[in-house]
Each structure stands twice: as C-alpha cells, then as structure tokens.
C-alpha cells in the first residue's frame, strides 16, 4: 500500500486550497481513507473521512470550513482530495492521509501512512 499526499502549500487567512491522497495497492471499494494533521509540538488530529460504510466525518475545528470527498472518475477512483476554505493559522500542519477498513479519528488504528504535505497559513 502506498499512499501519497500532494497540493500542501502557503496561502494567507481566509485563503483555500485544496489537498489530494492518491493510494494505490488497495481499492477504495473496501479501504477507508483518512486525512489526518499534525502540527508543530501536537499530536496527530483526526481530519476527516468519507466511506460508503461509514459516511463523512469531520474534526471539530475544519467542519464547515473543509470538505472531503472521493474521485468517482474510473481513471482516479483511488483519490481523496480535501478542499480546505477560510484557513485559519491554527491549520498550519503537515497533513497525512491514512488508510483502514473503517474510518477511525485515532490514529493508532492505521498502519499505513502517507508521506505528509506541508500546510503553512500566514499573513
């Protein structure tokens, strides 16, 4: 299983952008993935998920802001992209997505881990 975050950048408060997992060694089908973040000094914080099991799920502090959701499209069906609006600096965060059978907001569920994409909200 690999997973692969990308779409990191820096952008001012109240920007947008917009982040994307592709995995590939497992199908969408049966795999939950999840977008978790870490900051500087901070655990690992449970972002989001969506799964036709499980349905979406988000974190308190991005609900509103952020929204998650799956590419249907037969040539990108193993990607999860996270729309992020009206960025606060409190999101600045390496953002990892993660991969289960189920959606889980601890991450001590997941064994495997994308490499992070760096998220840096600044005026």
């Known amino acids: 299983v690999q997973l692969q975050a990308s779409g990191g950048g820096s952008v001012q408060p109240g920007g947008s952008l917009t982040l994307s997992c592709v995995a590939s060694g497992l199908s969408l089908d049966r795999y939950v993935l999840t977008w978790f973040r870490q900051a500087p000094g901070k655990d690992r914080e449970f972002v989001a998920c969506?799964?036709?099991?499980?349905?979406?799920?988000?974190?308190d502090p991005v609900r509103g802001r952020f929204t998650v959701s799956r590419d249907n499209r037969d040539n990108a069906k193993n990607t999860l992209s996270l729309q992020m609006d009206s960025l606060k600096p409190e999101d600045t965060a390496l953002y990892y997505c993660a991969s289960d059978v189920a959606c889980h907001r601890s991450a001590g569920w997941y064994d495997h881990w994308g490499r992070g994409t760096l998220v840096t909200v600044s005026s």
């Open positions: 969506v799964s036709n099991r499980d349905g979406t799920h988000y974190g």
